[in-house]
């Protein structure tokens, strides 16, 4: 009977394979060694996400703590959903994840960086999507992702935080959401009629005059939408 502790750092993703443990030991006989082969598998919760966020930010692999913080927000948010059994906004969600840290690898997030635990090179932006896909595959094949994604910047600032996006049919609200650190933004289209028209834009903050373009228009699809930028003035 033996205990295999296995150190595993951020870089390390979802996968299984198979680990030898080889020794020696002295019996009646003499020196014996023995092998065993046992199989190992690295699974990702969304607790061990938020931890591996926490990791990547401690080492410098996450520039910010304000984007880190924006990620654990999300990764909180799909757990709530996924628990109540809310599958597709849980796998929109995890796929506006996705988008962002994509956007973000050479930018909040470095492209390449060595683990604390192993010492291997790795790149911290894949590693996340790599545990976001796995978290996304466990929802089930049959759900389809189709997240409304787009950012608000400025001329001073790269991703502006903190801006209100609303999401109109009309005249009428339908949502409204604030940009995050880095200036992302997202709605859950679930609730959006397929084939209708939809419009975003911007709440002008102050400090500033308009934004362009003043809305953007779209049709409610089961398809992913990423939204070309906001530039406020």
Do not use: C, W
């Given at each position: 009977m033996f205990t295999l502790t296995i150190a595993a750092g951020p870089s390390v993703i979802p996968r299984s394979f198979t680990e030898t443990i080889a020794g020696t030991s002295t019996g009646l006989s003499g020196a014996l060694s023995h092998s065993a082969q046992v199989a190992v598998t690295f699974a990702i919760t969304p607790d061990a996400l938020v931890k591996i966020i926490d990791q990547d930010l401690a080492a410098g692999c996450i520039a910010s703590a304000g984007f880190a913080q924006s990620r654990v927000a999300k990764v909180n948010a799909y757990q709530k959903l996924a628990s109540a059994g809310q599958v597709p906004s849980a796998a929109n969600?995890?796929?506006?994840?996705?988008?962002?840290?994509?956007?973000?690898?050479?930018?909040?997030?470095?492209?390449?960086?060595?683990?604390?635990?192993?010492?291997?090179?790795?790149?911290?932006?894949?590693?996340?999507?790599?545990?976001?896909?796995?978290?996304?595959?466990?929802?089930?094949?049959?759900?389809?992702a189709s997240p409304i994604v787009g950012t608000v910047t400025s001329a001073t600032v790269a991703g502006t935080p903190g801006a209100s996006v609303n999401l109109r049919s009309g005249k009428s609200f339908v949502a409204t959401t604030s940009t995050d650190a880095v200036g992302f933004y997202d709605f859950d289209p679930a609730k959006l009629t397929p084939g209708a028209q939809y419009s975003v834009d911007v709440t002008i903050p102050k400090g500033y005059k308009s934004a362009s373009p003043a809305s953007q228009a779209f049709t409610g699809s089961a398809s992913p939408m990423m939204l070309g930028p906001f530039m406020l003035n």
């Open positions: 969600l995890l796929a506006a994840f996705q988008y962002e840290v994509q956007a973000q690898i050479g930018h909040q997030i470095v492209s390449s960086s060595t683990d604390p635990i192993g010492g291997n090179v790795f790149s911290p932006g894949q590693a996340l999507l790599a545990d976001a896909r796995a978290l996304q595959a466990m929802l089930g094949t049959q759900v389809k």
